[in-house]
């Protein structure tokens, strides 16, 4: 396989940094290189969490290009517009974000008008031929009674709708790997749901 680029991003508190080492580690278990990425000064603040991942036979470098990568997952609708600049749609860049607003600092700080979500949409189509609306964050929390897990749905989503080319049983052993013992069955759980779902 060539290089896969992935761009990961959302606001502190939504796993980003959690979903990202999940999906390292299982293109790890594929058998394939991986080099990542992170900046997570803000995560305590709600800021906004960019995480790049690349993986494939031989990968020199964690940096991904501008119109290089080959999906983005957003857990914030404003945060996945942010990352558009990674995006093209010659390449066939496939963009997926939960609908859950959490209004970034940088937004509730300088006041700015938070954009509605039909809007961030129709301006991802501008990079994106392949642009989903993922309700991750109301369906985990409908299931389980809370939001968190939400970035596990998501994961199981990309997986299971083959936007992440990686086996599902490879992700689990990521999971597996980075969550404590006694999170694995509920997370197991909400990453089987993210992997039936359907849009």
């Excluded at 939504?14 to 293109?27: M, S």
């Excluded at 790890?28 to 991942?53: M, N, W």
């Excluded at 936007?163 to 999170?183: D, H």
Aim: net charge positive; proline share 4%.
């Amino acid at each position: 396989m060539k290089e896969f680029d992935v761009v990961l991003t959302g606001v502190g508190g939504q796993g980003i940094l959690t979903f990202g080492n999940i999906v390292a580690h299982a293109a790890l278990f594929s058998g394939y290189d991986v080099k990542t990425t992170e900046l997570h000064g803000l995560a305590q603040r709600g800021g906004s969490i960019p995480f790049q991942l690349r993986f494939g036979k031989k990968i020199n470098s964690a940096l991904i290009m501008q119109g290089d990568a080959d999906l983005i997952v957003s857990m914030e609708p404003l945060e996945a517009l942010r990352a558009a600049y990674y995006s093209s749609r010659e390449k066939g860049t496939k963009i997926v974000f939960d609908d859950k607003i959490l209004t970034p600092v940088t937004v509730s700080v300088l006041g700015q008008k938070y954009p509605p979500i039909k809007g961030i949409k129709k301006a991802l189509k501008q990079f994106s031929k392949d642009v989903r609306v993922v309700n991750a964050s109301s369906i985990v929390k409908e299931k389980t009674g809370s939001e968190l897990g939400s970035n596990i749905f998501m994961l199981g989503y990309v997986v299971g709708n083959k936007l992440l080319p990686l086996k599902p049983k490879n992700v689990l052993k990521g999971i597996q790997k980075i969550l404590k013992p006694k999170y694995f069955e509920l997370n197991k759980n909400i990453f089987d749901m993210g992997l039936k779902y359907k849009i």
